[in-house]
C-alpha cells in the first residue's frame, strides 16, 4: 500500500490537545476509505503539519481529512523510505 | 531533544539507492552536531524529500546537510507529535 506525507499550513499556535483532536477525528473515519494515518507532526510556530499515512491513493486520504474537517494543502506519494 | 522535519526539493526521479546514499552521508557526519537522522521520505514525482531528526538547533540540522551535500530547503522544529 502506498505511503502518503501530507502538508497543512495554518496551524500556528495550536496546542497537543488540538493536534490530538484533529488526529482523532481522521482516525474515527480513515477506515471507510482504507487509510491509516499513523503520525502527525506540527510546527506550532510556522504552523506545519506534516501527516504519514498510508491508504489505496492521494484521493483517499484527502477524503478523510475533508471528512474531518481540515483539507491537507499539499499531499506527496512517498514511494522511497529510508 | 527537539525534533526536526526538514524539506529538500529537486530530488525528482531519484532512486531507493540515492537516498539512501545522500541519508548515509547524513549519518556519517551527524555526530559532530550532536544530530540524529531517523528516516526520510522522497516523492520522487514532485521531487520533495522529508527528513524527520532530532537535535540540538535547526541550524545543527542544516549543517549536518551543508556537510553531506544537500541543506535542506525548510526546517521546522516539530514541538508537538501524535
Redesign the interface.
Known sequence: MP?F?DVHRGFVG???EQ??EA?DADLKVEGEEGVHFE????????G?V?C?SEGPSAEAVQRVHEKAGHPADEI???????
Not at 39 to 46: C, N, Q, T, V, Y
Not at 76 to 82: F, G, L, P, R, S
Open positions: 505511503k506525507m495550536v496546542t497537543a493536534l490530538q488526529h503520525r502527525a507532526w506540527l510546527d506550532p510556530k510556522s506545519l506534516f504519514l506527496h506519494q512517498v514511494d522511497i523510505e529510508v
